[in-house]
């Protein structure tokens, strides 16, 4: 399976600059990596995709190394409203590596 | 314009009795996936159509969980004999297109408490 691993929760401050990074090992040669946002009560909403090196949209950056092991949302200056959970997703549902699962995702919390 | 819409938002049933699910993707949407969520965890594929096909009903639980989507647009996920194990969040996600990685745009779910 093209499963993600990412730290559980993280926490910030508002204004900060906050990183989250997932690790997926196994990922394939096809495979997209796709960060999703969810808020309570709300079915999860697109961040960014990116295959390889930087990709930057008006919300956030990702970073991704060389060998694509790993990825690394990257959310400037965030603010309260960022609190949320935040998912990794290598792949399409039926990437070549087997299903691609949403995981646990990582619980970020921005503080005044 | 209008996003993924689903009904019930709530739905509370009694073990043993049959629901269903409706999902109104973004139109012209080809691709339709089912999830279920449970809480605290992330959203786990159900199954996948491709117009009014279902192409992959693997992540199903078992035979009384089904889906339709008879004239490529609307969809229904329907449980017979609900379990209170089935308790969870329903999501539906719509994408336009046939590739597998595009972007899917969901809706904010049908919560499902089986008493």
């Known amino acids: 399976l093209a499963k993600t691993t990412q730290p559980i929760s993280m926490d910030s401050y508002e204004g900060q600059e906050v990183n989250i990074t997932c690790s997926h090992n196994n990922i394939a040669t096809n495979d997209y990596i796709t960060w999703y946002q969810q808020f309570p009560s709300q079915g999860p909403r697109f961040i960014i995709q990116g295959y390889k090196t930087k990709v930057t949209n008006e919300v956030a950056s990702l970073f991704i190394p060389a060998d694509r092991k790993s990825s690394t949302l990257s959310l400037p200056r965030v603010s309260l409203s960022d609190t949320a959970v935040y998912y990794c997703l290598v792949g399409g549902y039926n990437t070549n590596a087997g299903k691609s699962t949403f995981g646990d995702g990582t619980t970020l919390t921005v503080k005044p | 314009g209008a996003g993924v819409s689903q009904s019930p938002r709530y739905k509370v049933a009694k073990r043993g009795q049959d629901v269903a699910l409706r999902c109104d993707p973004i139109?012209?949407?080809?691709?339709l996936f089912w999830y279920q969520q449970a809480l605290g965890q992330g959203p786990e594929f159900l199954t996948y159509f491709q117009n009014e096909a279902q192409l992959d009903k693997s992540g199903l639980p078992s035979d009384r969980f089904f889906a339709e989507r008879p004239e490529g647009s609307v969809s229904t996920l329907k449980i017979q004999r609900t379990q209170q194990e089935d308790s969870a969040v329903y999501l539906c996600?719509?994408?336009?297109?046939?590739?597998?990685?595009?972007?899917?745009?969901f809706g904010p779910g049908t919560r499902l408490t089986v008493l």
């Open positions: 139109s012209g949407h080809v691709s």
């Open positions: 996600a719509s994408s336009l297109g046939l590739a597998t990685q595009d972007t899917q745009y």
